[in-house]
């Protein structure tokens, strides 16, 4: 009997044990099956993805009601164009990239020189507020996958008010049929070009008084990580050849563009902080150079960076959040008035070395400055470099700065500035007070959003100009300086304007930068003449503080 025992209660313990193992496996092979299925799925999607003409993106919560254009169920996730706004489930894929054509950026296939193409209508998931353009009644009020839109003048139609005859009609382009460069006309540049033909002026709508085809150049790192949204929403509302992402295209390729366009017509929406402007700036100067002139395009802002000065200046506002509608800003920019900046060439020569070294050169469209905000912006960068994922966000860099600037307050690293340069403005020599910092101004804004030359507005002064060919040199006693000049409780050292500066740094080490972008000098010599205009617009209803003083100006 005791054996019988001792068996039954071996059986048990095995069985026990069994048991265990199975209950602790089976969950483990079950994730890690559907992990494999995951990653599986996933390499498929992203080979559709690649190999498809569609601009795919695919996201886990679709911001709107949204149902699949094949199967016609709700749908929370699955996959959407960026460039058509085709949005479908993850099962309907493959087929809706088959069977639904995107937008085309040019036409193929066309004999002649079309001046004119039809509609090219997607069926559901229309804006709420849309009306149709046969009844004027509120489009995609239904649960359920129903009405047109068009996909170049977002025009929308009740699936009872198609007809066949809007499914032929020629397409208007809408809205910003100004802006908008139509795929008839690159089909028809394209081909006057492989016949070494020149006279574009005989296109449509080349020859139309109002065209102005705008460009769209989107920095997806810039401030609030925001243009990667843009590029979506401009890529639905133009042409997608209008639209360029420069983390993956630099400007100056972007810009040739222009080339194929009419001359002194293209507008330029650069979306990205004041370093992406310049950067855009600079390749124009490049088009320059290689006797592009005359397809020298204006350039607007979209301010997404940090500080967002020029940007300000230029009436764009200090900085977007999304508050305004995309639609609005290309009706921004279509309004906005031509007008012109100076763009100044700064050349550092150190000092030494039986001058062997070559003099480091730069173009400044906003500002210069030795001193504490240009040891703010060099210990700023020197920590966004360590941990660039924390500096996604406008409000964190702004608290960095002034995280650093409360620093400097009290160890005042850049005191007796005086004592370690002298200042020539238009080869004057200038007695400098005691100062901890010295900024030569271009523009009307500094220190994201500060009206510099102005201080409190309390004495007469001449305003500053961006279009004048002057400088304005000021100079501050350290960071709390800075501070108080910001919320106007004091005014800078105003140490005079002109055409041309030139500084000599004597001795020791100092901090400068030239438009945010700063580094630590020794000894050297600066010197900051004129090099150049730059074609900007101006948009006078983004207005900010003191901006009374600002559209005198202009």
Not at 182 to 198: C, D, F, G, H, V
Not at 298 to 325: H, K, R
Request: with cysteine; proline share 5%; charged share 20%.
């Amino acid at each position: 009997m005791e054996g019988s025992g001792d068996a039954s209660r071996a059986g048990a313990d095995w069985r026990l044990a069994l048991w265990t193992l199975c209950s602790v496996l089976l969950p483990v092979l079950i994730t890690a099956w559907c992990s494999f299925q995951r990653s599986r799925r996933q390499l498929l999607i992203r080979d559709i993805f690649r190999k498809s003409k569609h601009d795919w993106h695919y996201t886990d919560l679709f911001g709107s009601p949204s149902y699949c254009c094949v199967c016609a169920r709700h749908i929370l996730r699955g996959a959407f164009c960026s460039c058509c706004g085709l949005r479908v489930c993850e099962p309907c894929l493959k087929k809706a990239d088959r069977r639904f054509l995107c937008k085309e950026i040019m036409m193929r296939g066309t004999a002649g020189a079309p001046s004119s193409m039809p509609h090219h209508w997607i069926r559901g998931n229309v804006p709420l507020c849309s009306c149709c353009m046969v009844c004027k009644q509120q489009c995609g009020t239904q649960p359920k996958l129903c009405d047109y839109r068009c996909v170049w003048c977002q025009y929308t139609v009740h699936d009872e008010c198609m007809v066949d005859c809007l499914r032929t009609e020629d397409c208007t382009f809408g809205e910003f049929k100004d802006l908008i460069i139509p795929p008839y006309y690159l089909s028809a540049i394209n081909q006057m070009r492989k016949e070494k033909r020149t006279n574009y002026e005989k296109v449509v709508p080349y020859c139309s008084k109002h065209w102005m085809p705008v460009m769209v150049l989107a920095n997806t790192r810039s401030g609030n990580n925001m243009g990667e949204i843009f590029l979506g929403e401009f890529k639905m509302l133009l042409n997608p050849v209008q639209v360029f992402d420069l983390s993956k295209i630099a400007p100056a390729k972007a810009l040739q563009l222009c080339t194929w366009l009419p001359c002194n017509a293209v507008r330029v929406l650069v979306c990205g902080g004041d370093g992406t402007v310049g950067w855009v700036l600079d390749a124009i100067d490049e088009m320059k150079i290689k006797g592009q002139e005359r397809y020298i395009p204006q350039v607007a802002v979209l301010p997404l960076g940090t500080g967002n000065d020029l940007s300000n200046t230029l009436g764009w506002g200090a900085g977007y959040a999304g508050e305004v509608p995309v639609e609005q800003i290309l009706r921004n920019v279509m309004e906005a008035d031509g007008i012109k900046l100076d763009r100044w060439k700064v050349q550092v020569t150190n000092k030494g070395y039986y001058n062997l070294r070559k003099p480091k050169v730069f173009t400044m469209n906003n500002y210069f400055s030795v001193g504490p905000d240009a040891l703010m912006a060099l210990n700023f960068h020197a920590h966004r470099e360590k941990t660039p994922s924390l500096f996604s966000s406008r409000i964190i860099n702004k608290a960095v700065y002034f995280f650093y600037g409360t620093k400097d307050c009290l160890v005042q690293e850049c005191k007796d500035l005086n004592k370690k340069v002298e200042l020539e403005l238009d080869g004057e020599r200038i007695e400098l007070p005691n100062l901890e910092g010295i900024i030569v101004l271009n523009i009307g804004y500094w220190g994201g959003g500060c009206r510099l030359w102005e201080g409190m507005g309390d004495e007469p002064y001449p305003l500053a100009r961006h279009d004048d060919g002057l400088l304005e040199v000021v100079g501050v006693h350290g960071s709390f300086h800075c501070a108080q000049i910001q919320v106007k409780l004091a005014n800078p050292v105003r140490l005079g304007q002109a055409h041309t500066v030139r500084l000599i740094l004597k001795s020791s080490k100092m901090p400068m930068q030239v438009d945010g972008e700063p580094w630590a000098q020794g000894p050297c010599t600066v010197t900051i003449t004129h090099k150049t205009h730059a074609l900007m617009l101006y948009h006078s209803g983004e207005q900010t503080d003191d901006d009374d003083a600002s559209s005198l100006s202009e």
